[in-house]
């Protein structure tokens, strides 16, 4: 083995497939003065005895991009570096027993032919037609996976290794690294080996991934799930049927039942995630050893006996086999059950692509995603749903991170439903009024580990789970955030909004440094307003509300869960040498919202404030002997404030805002409102209707865009996209709905053609039709255009709307 050098660009920690992946593509982007250090062998970790299972199959939009480049990769990459690989495309079928699985599916494939992939939906009798040893008598359809298959994980893994050998980088086997320190600005990587100094680390360890983690600062949220899977002996009916087609049989998957089952040469091979599963190295007595390469866990069949007597009901054949072997080993779960890939949250220069639960299928494109956010410090595609910043500091919590790990895993295949709320990992921040909203009926769900009350209940109402088990918008929920949006539009309400993020920013020199960083104006004192902040590509990085409170002197308030996201983006781009100072006062904080035409009324018998300054103002008040800071905004777009306060005076506000407004009809309204109330106005929504797949000025945004300012980050990208003409735009859609609104990334339509896709959907209350938001053609971005929009596998007449609020589409009752 060659010397380990003194200095690279990048160290990578782990030679598993997404190390050796983010090797490749490193390599393959010019970065070929890069080291992957491996503690044994390649493959050692759980790339060994995965399963290598490719599917295609993600209702993420983020993640089936990433999974179909992997695809794609894989079907070329022996003939590119040169390398054997057993990789067989045999496509799959995804089972479904009920009408919501079959919506499911409906929508991946809509979201699937947008990204180039031609899925299908299967009847019982086409499913036989492709799997003749099925039992389809209580099925409702399927899904076809032409692209679904399975691959060699260890000769994927020396595929990607040979190809990033070729191009200059260099892997050291048995050689761990042991340690990291910062010296300088640079990472030194100890080794038994010795030291190697570099630009840039990336934590690839996989189920070690937390272990390596703390040598840099980071508790990293994951746990280990023990998972396994059976190995049948030949079925000679199998086996026939296969020499005279030609070809392996469909991977099956019942995710109903949630189990894979797949043709192994002549065998077969039963993957089940079981809700009776297990964690390992998660308690005293059962402590993660320090070395566990090509290792395994003992096998526990009892677990799996459900699993097995369903997929021989299912598939009678496999009855007939008898076992060979099983395989238990470890795999990594984060508290989502997504991977984690990006910037590691507050250590510079250094990087995650580590926690994958499905790591063969998405090592390609986590590889090719890693390297961007090396390379260029920004990705081709938003990939927040595996940004390792969509975690703030509770997440590390060992116990939530277990609760959450083995929850995913009993659900691996679960469809996610708008309004069902998972149970396991609650209530890990609390608002401090958190027992009387929840008295008034609140309904929860977590926003970056805040309870926030998404309607409320009246007695009687049906809070099964299984009432959420719906895409419709029809349940018990309907009638109650009804109530809660004719309250804000006829009298008040009061929404109770814990964990905004809020930074202040001090000293001198913030107000131009602010700035050059987003596209408009900065406010005057006294003045609030949205800001928007680019990336050099003129794509949008997030969207924050700047409260100027004196020159150089400011308060940046953004979403819950973009809190480690939207400070890193400051804090990256604050001058070294800069006088002013940036601070994360999240904690201190707390936010209520009074939203309707009786809400003046309410505060002026409650507070000393100045009722008559105008919209988009804001003044430091007293309400029951508490100070607070009044904010005149409204993202319910009618008259209404902010009232932001101390937490430890949230209570004493509450109640007299309660107490003085019973007389003026004042309800409290939660998040499903706000959202109905939000869409009809046409407010934009982070990391749905804003974020890095789209421009400022596909987004909407021109209005935000100071053009007069001599430079701001993201101008030259801006102006040129001006030039050359934006090539999509976003629209306000009402849609002729049957059952369902439309969900993110719902495919639209016009002469036979996909010509957008929508970004959110809603059910406009005060206007009484359903709305989505979305990107269109330029074209057909024109009021009065008709188009479509697939909804689940429906297609419905959709309209162009004028640029601006389905309600109130001047602004009069928000500026009253």
Known sequence: MSALPSHARVVIIGGGAVGASALYHLAKAGWTDCVLLEKNELTAGSTWHAAGNVPTFSSSWSIMNMQRYSASLYRELGALVDYPMNYHVTGSIRLGHSKERLQEFKRVVGMGRYQGMDLDILSPDEMRGKYPFLETHDLTGALYDPYDGDIDPAQLTQALAKGARDMGAKIFRFCPATGARREGEEWVISTPEGEIRCEKVVNAAGYYAREVGKWFGREVPMMVMSHQYILFEEIPELAAWSKEAGHKLPLLRDVDSSYYLRQEKTGMNLGPYERNCKAHWVTPDDP?????????FP???????????????????LGTAGLSRMINGPIPYAPDGNPLIGPMPGVPNAFEACVFTFGICQAGGAGKVLAE??????????????????YTRFAADKDYCIAKGMEIYGHEYAMHFPKHAWPAGRDRKLSPIHDRIKALGGQFKPYNGWERAMWYAEPGDDLSEEATQTWNREGPWRPRIEEECRAVTEAAGILDLPGFSRFRVKGEGATA?????????VPKPGRIGLAYFADDKGRIVTEMSVMMLDEDFFFLITAATAQWHDFEWLAKHRPKDAAFTIDDVTDNFSCQILSGPNSRAILAEVSDADLSKGWLTHQPAQIAGRWCQLVRVSFAGELGWEIHTKIEDTAAIFDALWAAGQKHGLKPFGMEALDSLRIEKGYRAWKGDLSTDYTVLQGGLDRFV???KPDFKGKAALEREKQQGVTKRFVLLTVEAGECDAPYMSTLWHGGKVVGETTSGNWGYRVGKSIALGMLRTDLAVPGTEIEVEI?????????????????????????
Request: proline share 7%; net charge negative; aromatic share 14%.
């Open 288 to 296: 993660m050893p320090d070395d566990f390469s090509f290792q395994l």
């Open 299 to 317: 096998d526990d069949l009892d677990r799996l006996e459900w699993y097995l007597n369903d997929a021989v009901e299912r598939v009678p054949i």
């Open 373 to 390: 956010w090396v390379t260029e410090g920004e990705t081709e595609w938003d990939m927040w749903s595996c940004d390792p910043r969509r």
């Open 513 to 521: 440094w602010l700035s050059s960083l987003i596209t408009g104006k």
């Open 706 to 708: 100071d053009w007069t």
């Open 792 to 816: 689940y596998g429906d297609r419905f007449k959709a309209t162009v709307q004028p640029d601006g609020p389905l309600f109130d589409p001047n602004n009069e009752r928000l500026r009253a």
